[in-house]
Nanobody, 124 residues
Framework: QVQLVESGGGLVQAGGSLRLSCAAS????????MGWFRQAPGKDREFVAH????????YYSDSVKGRFTISRDNAKNMVYLQMNSLKSEDTAVYYC?????????????????WGQGTQVTVSS
């Protein structure tokens, strides 16, 4: 069982930066692939980034590639999402997710555990 708690969201101006954190419980955290997803009002959940258990394999959606960076610290049971050059279209609730397998996927249905989400609002 893994429990996830996100933090770090807030209000930022376009062009600014935010760093989201996701604290995970569970002794087998390092065996789980981790992902970040987001959902804007009236829109479907959208994949943002994922990283496999070892941290060697990383994948980003085209909309955030080059601006966002996902990282993980297995010793601290933490996952991060550094978001730079933020745009108004990045406004959404951001969710951290964990998968019961070491290799990550882009489909949210393949993830077993979800955090409660943290709001990111980018003003233009």
């Amino acid at each position: 069982q893994v429990q996830l708690v996100e933090s770090g969201g807030g209000l930022v101006q376009a062009g600014g930066s935010l760093r989201l954190s996701c604290a995970a419980s569970g002794r087998t955290f390092d065996l789980h692939a981790m992902g970040w997803f987001r959902q804007a009002p009236g829109k479907d959940r959208e994949f943002v980034a994922h990283k496999d258990w070892s941290g060697d394999s990383t994948y980003y959606s085209d909309s955030v590639k080059g601006r966002f960076t996902i990282s993980r610290d297995n010793a601290k049971n933490m996952v991060y999402l550094q978001m730079n050059s933020l745009k108004s279209e990045d406004t959404a609730v951001y969710y951290c997710a964990a998968r019961n397998f070491p290799y990550a996927l882009r489909n949210g249905d393949d993830y077993n555990y979800w955090g409660q989400g943290t709001q990111v609002t980018v003003s233009s």
